[in-house]
Nanobody, 117 residues
Framework: QVQLVESGGGLVEPGGSLRLSCAASRRIFGMNVMGWYRQAPGKQRELVATITSAGSANYAESVKGRFTISRDNARNTVHLQMNSLKPEDTAVYYC???????????WGQGTQVTVSS
């Protein structure tokens, strides 16, 4: 029904920045939440940041103050600006869309973020 495609991952040095983008294949109407999750090797997938269709953002404590999530509702895109990156941020980052009316979650394919010197 909805496909999500992430982009922008890559290799960056500690302290550097990276911007992730996620595009949905179609417009999403009604209350919904888009967000980013990440999964590091040997760890469970964890929430990074979410943003509602109304623009309310939520962040994991580990990234608060360093990451900024934003969205363009008209284009059904969500971005994650990651600054002051740390090696601990290394993970595969997944875009997520939750549609409230349908109670459905959709996931992107993931994009690798590696923070290393």
């Amino acid at each position: 029904q909805v496909q999500l495609v992430e982009s922008g991952g890559g290799l960056v040095e500690p302290g550097g920045s990276l911007r992730l983008s996620c595009a949905a294949s179609r417009r999403i109407f009604g209350m919904n939440v888009m967000g980013w999750y990440r999964q590091a090797p040997g760890k469970q997938r964890e929430l990074v940041a979410t943003i509602t269709s109304a623009g309310s953002a939520n962040y994991a404590e580990s990234v608060k103050g360093r990451f900024t999530i934003s969205r363009d509702n008209a284009r059904n895109t969500v971005h994650l600006q990651m600054n002051s990156l740390k090696p601990e941020d290394t993970a595969v980052y997944y875009c997520n869309l939750y549609i409230g009316v349908a109670g459905q979650s959709y996931w992107g394919q993931g994009t690798q973020v590696t923070v290393s010197s």
